[in-house]
């Protein structure tokens, strides 16, 4: 079993900066892709942002020089620092993980459970 936990949300002005972190424990042998996404309401949830175990990074082009992402491999851990935050980015965001679990490479796809950000006008 592998859990994703996710905090650092809550409430801050248009304009203010969050940092969330999210970390991963349980049967890990190796994390590959670890990512950033949100739901926002009445939407569908969508990819904030993505690094790869070599540090490579993607970004949503609404984010692009606002956010930024960064894992430690050695811990499992991903980070997002998000600065002049806008009310558009108001959602739930959830830490990605595709995790494998052992040398026979089973594993796969894990989501942490959400923390809440919002930006207020």
């Known amino acids: 079993q592998v859990h994703l936990v996710e905090s650092g949300g809550g409430l801050v002005q248009a304009g203010g900066s969050l940092s969330l972190y999210c970390a991963a424990s349980?049967?890990?042998?190796?994390?590959?892709?670890m990512a950033w996404y949100r739901q926002r309401p009445g939407t569908q949830r969508e990819l904030v942002a993505i690094i790869g175990r070599n540090g490579g990074t993607k970004y949503a082009d609404s984010v692009k020089g606002r956010f930024t992402i960064s894992r430690d491999n050695a811990m499992n851990t991903v980070d997002l620092q998000m600065n002049s935050l806008q009310p558009e980015d108001t959602a739930v965001y959830h830490c990605y993980a595709n995790i494998l679990n052992d040398v026979h490479l089973n594993g796969g796809d894990y989501w942490g459970q959400g923390t809440q950000v919002t930006v207020s006008s």
């Open positions: 349980g049967s890990i042998f190796r994390t590959n892709d």
